[in-house]
């Protein structure tokens, strides 16, 4: 689910973080602004990691809170959080299966506009003409879900289900938000490329040096997140077993801090997908409000400032976890947090740190 809203409860916090040289975002004080809105933050409940980077590199990063109590010899101890804690991504899922379709339709191997039956056993029932495009941009009228997250159930029995649902708007019509849809643009890319969803996520990703992303291959037991039961992230997110057919595409992937500012930071600049995919993922394809302010492209949002330029970004939120990305190009600027809480401290987090990149002038300022 992407979110909006922003709540907040107090834990313990453990905070570090490393050094920001000549940062031009703001003014010399940028390393500390970040790290004064950091601990504002933290003081409000946040636990879990945020990394910034500029240009591709790491400017600052903190971790706040314990991801798991270890056994010693003779006590507990709690390990901080780190850039190689898993978090379950949620809905970030979303940008990755985007990214992954935006660069089969750059190479020609799917037809934005071409029927969902050309690529699925779906033909007859109302979501034959369908369009991947429509899937991507949340346009085709779907339903939002059709299961839990935790149920076993194949993707294959996901697509029969879909196929036997009625649509709830005139496809291309409006924005209404769906998690189905993204389910069958991964199994449209399996399709295509021959792959499990998750082997193409990991292939595609590891070339950016995120290795620790996926599903169940990628997922360590030993790096996730625990609850206070020591549950991780295929107990909490998955229902404890390998994730089913309704979370694949579009939610429930797996990663880290570090993963995600690699396989960013590559997309930002052209070299995990195509130039020519990134562009269509960040196209402002449909509107999403209404307003003319917030767009969809795929597995983005997509949204123009009047002071930032363009702003693409996207969240995710669910009963244990919340993370949000949000890159601002024009000043060569990524926010990544990730956060082991339900919605939304890592919404508010990556606010409180663009914020303190980027101070909002006061009423009367004369702008330089």
Not at 74 to 100: E, P
Not at 146 to 161: A, Q
Not at 176 to 182: D, E, K, V
Not at 341 to 358: C, E, G, H, I, N
């Amino acid at each position: 689910m992407k979110l909006q809203t922003y709540t907040r409860r107090v834990l313990a916090a453990c905070i570090f973080s490393i050094g920001l040289s000549a940062p031009s975002f703001a003014d010399e004080n940028a390393r500390d602004q970040l790290a004064d809105a950091f601990e504002a933050e933290v003081a409000d409940g946040f636990t879990g990691y945020v990394i910034v980077l500029r240009d591709g590199e790491v400017v600052y990063e903190n971790g706040a809170g314990v991801a798991r109590e270890e056994a010693g010899a003779d006590h507990q101890f709690g390990l901080a959080f780190s850039r190689d804690t898993q978090f379950d991504i949620v809905s970030i899922t979303k940008t990755v299966t985007g990214a992954l379709a935006a660069e089969q339709i750059a190479a020609g191997n799917i037809d934005p506009h071409a029927p969902l039956e050309t690529y699925l056993d779906v033909a007859g029932s109302p979501i034959a003409q369908l369009t991947t495009h429509q899937l991507l941009t949340h346009s085709a009228g779907l339903v939002d879900i059709l299961g839990e997250d935790h149920e076993v159930v194949s993707l294959d029995e996901i697509i029969e289900r879909a196929a036997n649902t009625d649509l709830l708007l005139e496809p291309g019509s409006r924005y209404r938000y769906s998690n189905l849809g993204y389910t069958l643009v991964a199994a449209v890319l399996e399709q295509v490329t021959g792959v499990s969803y998750e082997t193409l996520v990991m292939q595609t990703l590891s070339a950016s040096g995120a290795t620790s992303t996926g599903y169940a291959q990628a997922y360590d037991p030993d790096r996730t997140v625990l609850s206070e039961e020591d549950e991780g992230v295929i107990d909490l997110a998955w229902g404890g077993h390998a994730p089913g057919g309704n979370l694949i595409g579009n939610g429930g992937l797996v990663s880290t801090a570090g993963d995600m500012a690699a396989w960013l930071s590559a997309y930002s600049r052209g070299a995990l997908v195509s130039q020519r995919a990134r562009e269509l993922a960040q196209t402002p394809h449909i509107d999403e409000t209404g307003e003319g302010y917030s767009y969809h492209g795929y597995g983005m949002v997509v949204e123009q400032d009047d002071r930032l330029g363009s702003i693409y970004w996207h969240n995710g939120g669910s009963r244990h976890f919340n993370a949000h990305w949000r890159e601002i190009p024009e000043h060569d600027v990524l926010i990544i947090a990730l956060a082991n809480q339900r919605p939304a401290p890592a919404d508010a987090m990556v606010m409180a740190l663009q914020r303190a990149l980027f101070p909002v002038p006061k009423a009367g300022a004369i702008a330089d």
